[in-house]
């Protein structure tokens, strides 16, 4: 485990304590960049970020406010698996009450009931989000636009298993351009109380700063016990990257 | 025979009207190899010296041209796929011109970089003699899926060579592959002087469970062994080939230098003659791309291509040393990876000091962006290539400038670049 403090240029309004999960394991795409774009946002915001890496085996922070888990190969999963089972059921516990946690490809999978693999293993998941995916021999590979409660999202999307929703399940997003969860719903991800499972990769929250703000201003009133304090930020260049994208992909619709 | 002839007449034909065009390099040995399926196999049943393919993520143009100039200079006539067509149908092309009709390629040897997934239609209809294994680094996932698919491919090359293999000691995954081969295998890497580089040069967060190498090099096995940041020895048991300085700066560049020399020892045998080698790695010129210079209005303006996090990470450490006014051009066409998620695994703190005078191409607000995560400043963004290189060199007309580019942006501003500053010589190399 690795602990690094970034602190607000003023006084701070509190520390959120913001912990990725297997950053080494499990970030392939890009990963760290949604960790870097937490980090840096709860900063601005006027707190301290407080950054811990979970590495398999280490300690679990079972005090923390918000969770990052990103994507990885089935080699990268496999190193995980034992000590996702351990901690499985304190993340549970802690989804259910409400903590923010923002899960994507490989996670968001381990989050779900189960996965199924080609084989036809089935491979239980953690059940925090009601998911289940089956492995699937096509990629679904591509740049997504979406249409969410946060407003557009833009991102890019590589996977070959395909999820599909239990009843009642909401998703994170509708698809506008791209596949999402099974190229055939058109919905993307999924989202339980706080926790946001999603393909959306890499530098999902870089170009979606309202997607970090709503993860942060939930964290930050669990770390503070006050409402959410932000400041008005200005974000001109994620502005300007994710309206191209949306031109690009979905045109002035 | 008559099909073969017809083949490499239509072949011929083609591709002359293309280049006319300044057209595409694969489509005349499609249409060839739609006359002739064989034809690739047949064009090299005859060659004596050897079949090379040199793969892996980062480096095979640069190492391609490296062992071919020293084999050259060993007085060897050696085919080679320079346009950077690094897959079966640009090999095929770029042939055309030298086959006779007969179909035989007249060579003492072949040396062809492919990718990974090419090589694999690459030997599905010619056994490879050797193959040259250089890394496996994440790179075109949205192609590729998945960094271990790709190390299986490297493997899967090996395994298909018949006499030998050269292989990179430093790399985890071409070791693990390399090490479960039954043909014989040369290794290079790094002196144990200089191990602590490795980092620079390695994809890091793939290796996180592999025990640091320790492997004694054997006899035809070498080390790159470093003198200063340009000049280095390549260092076998028995003999030094060096002291070197390239053309081209870089500790990746000198690793390639040291792939190459392996490689060509294997092939020549007790003809290998250290001082030839020497002389004719200094002689080589930067691949496209490759810290290529171009003279604009008096000053030097380096191209730099970047692919992928590993790529983007050794070229920042190269000329990190020396910083200078930068631009940096991101497109995420198909040649370029349309994803452009990797540019969060580089750290772009060295650019920190000087800042950065514009961002451009496709994604130029996405690459600020990321510039602004690192508290990296950001003159301008300007999206269109042609208004940006204007700008940067109307903004820094008097000193050295550098260009971080993908693919599809260094072609355009190579264009560009032609068209006002008379740049030489413009397609004659291309990057893998």
New interface residues.
């Given amino acids: 485990m690795s602990t690094e403090i970034l602190a607000p240029d003023g006084p701070t309004k509190g520390t959120v304590t913001l912990v990725h999960l297997y950053p080494?394991?499990m970030?392939?795409?890009?990963?760290?960049?949604n960790t870097?774009?937490l980090a840096?946002r709860i900063r601005r915001h006027g707190y301290t970020a407080e950054v811990v890496d979970h590495h398999p085996g280490a300690d679990f922070r079972d005090d923390a406010h918000l969770f990052m888990g990103g994507g990885g190969?089935?080699?990268g999963q496999a190193?995980v698996e034992a000590d996702l089972e351990a901690v499985g059921p304190t993340l549970k516990a802690m989804a259910a009450d409400g903590v923010p946690m923002l899960v994507i490809c490989g996670m968001y999978q381990l989050f779900g009931n189960s996965f199924h693999t080609v084989g036809g293993q089935v491979l239980p998941g953690l059940g925090i989000l009601d998911v289940t995916t089956r492995g699937n021999d096509k990629?679904m590979?591509?740049?997504v636009c979406l249409e969410t409660e946060f407003g557009r999202v833009v991102g890019?999307e590589?996977h070959?298993g395909s999820t599909v929703l239990g009843t009642g399940q909401e998703a994170f997003g509708t698809v506008l351009a791209g596949h999402g969860n099974n190229g055939e719903d058109r919905t993307e991800g999924a989202r339980t109380l706080h926790v946001i499972g999603t393909y959306l990769?890499?530098?999902l929250l870089?170009?979606n700063p309202m997607v970090s703000d709503a993860l942060i201003a939930v964290a930050a009133e669990r770390a503070t016990g006050r409402p959410f304090e932000p400041e008005d930020l200005e974000d001109p260049?994620?502005d300007?990257?994710r309206g191209?994208q949306v031109r690009r992909l979905v045109g002035a619709r | 025979m008559l099909r073969t002839a017809a083949a490499v007449a239509a072949g011929k034909t083609v591709r002359a009207l293309a280049r006319r065009r300044g057209g595409g390099s694969a489509f005349p040995g499609l249409v060839a190899e739609r006359i002739q399926p064989r034809i690739l196999r047949r064009a090299l049943a005859d060659i004596p010296g050897g079949i090379v393919v040199v793969s892996g993520t980062n480096g095979k143009t640069t190492t391609t041209k490296m062992l071919v100039a020293v084999l050259r200079a060993h007085s060897r006539t050696v085919f080679s796929n320079p346009t950077g067509s690094n897959f079966t149908r640009g090999v095929l092309s770029e042939m055309l011109p030298q086959l006779p009709v007969s179909g035989r390629l007249e060579a003492d040897l072949v040396v062809v970089e492919l990718d990974e997934a090419h090589a694999m239609r690459f030997v599905d209809e010619v056994a490879p003699t050797h193959s040259l294994l250089l890394n496996v680094a994440r790179d075109q996932l949205d192609r590729f899926a998945e960094i271990d698919h790709t190390a299986d491919l490297l493997a899967r090359l090996g395994a298909a060579s018949t006499e030998g293999v050269v292989a990179n000691a430093d790399d985890p995954f071409v070791s693990r592959a390399a090490d479960a081969l039954d043909v014989p295998v040369r290794w290079f890497g790094l002196d144990a002087s200089i191990a602590d580089r490795l980092p620079e040069i390695t994809e890091h967060d793939s290796r996180f469970d592999d025990a640091p190498t320790t492997r004694d090099p054997g006899a035809g096995d070498a080390r790159l062994r470093p003198r200063d940041e340009r000049a280095f020895d390549v260092v076998f048991p028995d003999v030094a080939v060096g002291p070197v300085t390239l053309r081209q700066r870089g500790l990746a560049a000198m690793i390639n230098a040291t792939a190459a020399t392996t490689t060509a020892r294997l092939l020549l045998g007790d003809d290998f003659d250290p001082s030839v080698a020497a002389a004719a790695l200094a002689a080589v010129q930067p691949p496209f791309g490759r810290g290529e210079v171009i003279d604009v209005d008096g000053q030097p303006l380096e191209l730099v291509l970047v692919k992928n996090p590993a790529g983007f990470g050794v070229a920042l450490n190269t000329y990190g040393s020396t910083p200078v006014a930068t631009m940096v051009a991101i497109n995420d066409n198909d040649a370029d990876g349309r994803d452009v998620s990797w540019l969060y695994d580089v750290s772009f703190a060295s650019l920190r000091e000087r800042g950065v005078a514009l961002t451009s191409g496709v994604r130029a607000y996405d690459m600020a962006l990321r510039l602004h995560y690192d508290d990296v400043a950001v003159d301008r963004v300007v999206p269109d290539l042609e208004e940006a290189l204007d700008a940067f060199v109307a903004a820094h007309g008097g000193e050295p400038k550098r260009i971080f580019c993908t693919y599809t942006a260094m072609m355009a501003l190579r264009r560009t670049l032609a068209a006002r500053h008379g740049l030489a010589h413009f397609g004659e190399d291309a990057p893998a």
């Fill in positions: 080494r394991e970030s392939i795409y890009g990963d760290l960049g870097r774009a840096s190969q089935d080699s190193r990629r590979i591509g740049p890019y590589n070959s990769h890499g530098p870089p170009s260049l994620a300007e990257a191209r």
